[in-house]
């Protein structure tokens, strides 16, 4: 079959994510599978046009927000040729695709962005925003199917009023890390990984970093990761008198990521919202366990609650596990062993094949 993903971004853009990875997992499966797989998504700078790795084809155009536009056009009018089914990569927004083609849609989507609408765009955006994905897409893709990340997922869509037999769910899988992983760190560091935005609330880690200092004082936060919002959590850091134990080290490479993680005595992840959190099964491959909120809704899945991670609902009670672990070795050491057993289980190619399976039907 020829099959489009209409997406965002791509694993290149800077502002690209481990969303934007697991798309490319999927098309990378279907494409070993013989189909012709393309994936539609905005320019950025150095990017090429149109270009092929790993068998799938990425064609890019448009902005941030120009590239909704530019997709739709470009699938009504036929600029992307003959396609069989169309994947719709919706991250808040939906590409429209199915007012654009006769084609069968399966969306794809990781959570519901309910929480976060409010945060990054307050106001009317916001507003309009959330109509569209909670009103307007669910009646829109009323006849189309559903692939999701987890359990949690589901259930929202469930409560935007999508048939739940509609909905299947194909989880994350977990990449080999490079090479073999680097020895832990002699002091505490924790790390914390991913793009620099709001909605991630890395201050949280800088809080937890902070309420620690006293009782910690070799203690180190290791912030991999780049976004808009950095100059906002330097400020923090500073109001909180922690900017010389923040590491903010930008987008950084495979080898350099694996080796941060095995370092890590804990991976924070204080974001609002994720519908799975690809970095925890990263991170549990050097048996590094992971502290989150369970109100994260993915993170219910992808973090076995004091089993390979600890869950938490509260600022107060994210710093309180942070410094359990730290301060436990046979617990950080339990739950160390439990998050590798946990990553070590998940495969792409496991994922690959149910995901395939679906867009066939």
Not at 303 to 310: E, F, I, L
Not at 331 to 348: I, Q, T, V
Request: with cysteine; charged share 25%.
């Amino acid at each position: 079959m020829r099959i489009l993903f209409c997406n965002w971004r791509d694993t290149g853009h800077p502002e690209g994510g481990g969303s934007e990875f697991y798309v490319e997992q999927m098309a990378r499966g279907l494409a070993e599978r013989g189909h012709e797989v393309t994936v539609a998504a905005a320019m950025f700078d150095g990017a090429a046009a149109d270009e092929t790795a790993d068998g799938v084809r990425f064609r890019r155009s448009g902005a941030k927000f120009g590239v909704y536009l530019r997709i739709f056009a470009r699938l009504l009018f036929g600029r992307y040729g003959t396609v069989d089914a169309v994947v719709d990569v919706q991250n808040g927004l939906p590409f429209f695709t199915r007012w654009a083609t006769r084609a069968p849609v399966v969306v794809l989507l990781h959570h519901v962005h309910r929480e976060q609408w409010p945060v990054v765009y307050p106001g009317l955006i916001g507003r309009v925003g959330w109509f569209v994905e909670s009103r307007l897409s669910p009646w829109l893709y009323r006849r189309s199917q559903y692939v999701t990340v987890s359990e949690a997922t589901r259930q929202e869509l469930v409560d935007l009023g999508v048939d739940r037999d509609r909905i299947a769910i194909v989880h994350n899988g977990t990449s080999p890390a490079p090479g073999p992983s680097a020895p832990r760190s002699a002091t505490p560091r924790m790390c914390a990984l991913g793009r620099l935005v709001p909605h991630k609330q890395v201050e949280h880690a800088i809080d937890t970093l902070a309420d620690l200092a006293e009782s910690h004082p070799d203690l180190v936060l290791d912030v991999a990761g780049d976004g808009w919002w950095r100059e906002e959590l330097t400020a923090h850091a500073a109001r909180r008198g922690v900017a010389d134990r923040v590491r903010f080290h930008g987008f950084v490479d495979d080898a350099t990521k694996h080796r941060l993680l095995a370092e890590a005595w804990v991976m924070v992840m204080p974001s609002l919202k994720e519908g799975w959190g690809l970095v925890v099964g990263e991170a549990g491959l050097h048996g590094t366990p992971t502290v989150a909120y369970a109100s994260a809704g993915g993170t219910r899945e992808s973090v076995d609650h004091k089993s390979s991670g600890v869950l938490v609902d509260t600022p107060a009670e994210f710093t309180a596990a942070v410094e359990e672990i730290l301060t436990d070795p046979e617990w950080r050491s339990f739950l160390g062993d439990g998050a590798r057993m946990k990553a070590e289980s998940a495969s792409w190619t496991a994922s690959q094949e149910k995901f395939a399976e679906i867009v066939a039907r």
